[in-house]
């Protein structure tokens, strides 16, 4: 089943994730308020249309309860961010992920409820499309060849199994750099879950459910092991 996915606003931000997405087999309704900013990505993508976002019937005539997710990308106007976001939490769809352009942006965000919070000059498009296609990778590097250093949500099916019985070489092609491990340490006080490097991975170390591994191999190989373990 193809992902399905509305990008509401098509500045370069935006429009590189709808591309990228797009270019992946996915689904993508491209929106902007601009006939030009539509015009330009149209024969790159599903559908896309002109309209303002913050009408919420306009939203709700395009479907748009039944995307997978929607990104808020928009740029300069923020109260058109805002209104935005709650049209969409409004219409109860399922993953609204809204771009902050800076730190009181994004608490104003926090307090409306929205989990997933893009900051610009933090993300590139093509690394947003592709947490999206693929949710348990966390960030990515793209490098020649195909390659990529990936850092993923141990897969499920990995869990408190040893390096050495998962195989990653010799059945996926996938070299595992380190282990990022969560650790329950005090501060000021009181337990607090702290994020460390368990150094340089030996055949028998156990992987932990909330571990957060990262690989280095190409991008099919890296799907493929996702896919697999999911």
Do not use: C, W
């Amino acid at each position: 089943m193809r992902h399905k996915f509305a990008v509401i606003g098509l500045g370069i931000f935006g429009n590189s994730i709808a591309r990228t997405l797009a270019e992946r087999g996915a689904e993508v309704i491209a929106i902007d308020y601009s006939e030009d900013h539509v015009e330009a990505i149209k024969d790159e993508v599903a559908y896309a249309v002109a309209f303002d976002a913050t009408d919420i019937r306009a939203l709700e005539a395009q479907n748009i309860q039944d995307m997978d997710a929607v990104i808020v990308a928009i740029g300069e106007d923020f109260e058109a961010v805002l209104i935005t976001t709650a049209n969409l939490q409004e219409l109860n769809v399922k993953r609204v992920i809204t771009r902050a352009s800076n730190k009181q942006q994004r608490r104003i965000l926090e307090k409306m409820g929205v989990q997933e919070i893009l900051s610009p000059e933090g993300e590139v498009g093509k690394t947003v499309a592709e947490r999206l296609l693929q949710p348990s990778i966390r960030t990515f590097l793209p490098l020649p060849d195909n390659y990529e250093i990936v850092e993923i949500n141990a897969p499920r099916n990995i869990a408190n199994r040893s390096i050495a019985k998962i195989s990653l070489r010799e059945k996926y092609n996938l070299n595992l750099i380190t282990i990022k491990r969560f650790f329950e340490e005090i501060q000021d006080g009181k337990p607090t879950q702290v994020e460390h490097i368990i150094g340089v991975p030996k055949a028998d170390t156990i992987i932990y459910p909330s571990d957060i591994l990262i690989l280095i191999g190409k991008k099919h190989d890296v799907k493929r092991f996702i896919d697999i373990n999911r």
